[in-house]
């Protein structure tokens, strides 16, 4: 029998359904198999302590959020790059192109440079986190720290030192400004 578009099988009285579960004997109604929880399940009891994320989903949120947010900005500049460097005798149609070369190569440049910091903060984060067992701002900060030295550990000592104390000063910045935000600004 043919299913027609919004006639329903289950309800039509020619219709017989296939059950999997029918020889099984279950003693379980088969409609409980297919409800999934709603929260994390967690192996050890020791992990639904720790409300924070794995330092796998870590690695992907701090990756991708600095990839894009590379990808956004670089994009910006090179839009603004390509409106300055229009010639006068340029047609709509090259226009157009310059701006879309110009913003797609700044774009993915940055957010390939943005996010292989993003990369290594977080897996330093994680390392933090789990090394010391406290997930808190002096984590970040150190994490930070450390990425700032190690993005500029190729330029000499004194370049690694003032990117670090940089890197330190944005990351408590961000979660000092995002505790601020959870405090005070009502979701």
Excluded at 62 to 73: D, N, R
Excluded at 107 to 134: F, H, P, Q
Excluded at 159 to 172: F, K, N, T
Aim: charged share 15%; hydrophobic share 40%; proline share 4%.
């Amino acid at each position: 029998m043919a299913h027609h578009r919004g006639s329903d099988p289950e309800t039509e009285p020619n219709t017989r359904l296939y059950n999997p579960y029918h020889d099984l004997n279950l003693q379980v109604p088969v409609s409980n198999l297919y409800k999934l929880p709603t929260s994390p399940e967690f192996l050890f009891a020791e992990e639904s302590l720790h409300q924070r994320r794995s330092w796998g989903e870590n690695l992907t949120f701090y990756t991708g959020s600095a990839y894009l947010g590379g990808s956004i900005s670089g994009a910006a500049v090179g839009l603004f790059s390509a409106l300055k460097n229009f010639e006068q005798g340029d047609t709509l149609k090259l226009k157009i192109n310059r701006i879309l070369n110009s913003s797609g190569h700044t774009g993915r440049t940055w957010g390939n440079r943005i996010g292989v910091v993003g990369l290594i903060y977080a897996g330093l984060e994680s390392g933090v986190v789990a090394v010391t067992d406290r997930d808190d701002v002096w984590s970040s900060v150190a994490a930070g720290l450390a990425t700032g030295a190690v993005c500029r550990a190729a330029r000499g000592v004194r370049s690694a030192a003032v990117a670090g104390a940089l890197g330190g000063l944005a990351a408590g910045a961000v979660v000092a400004g995002k505790q601020v935000l959870k405090r005070y600004v009502p979701i």
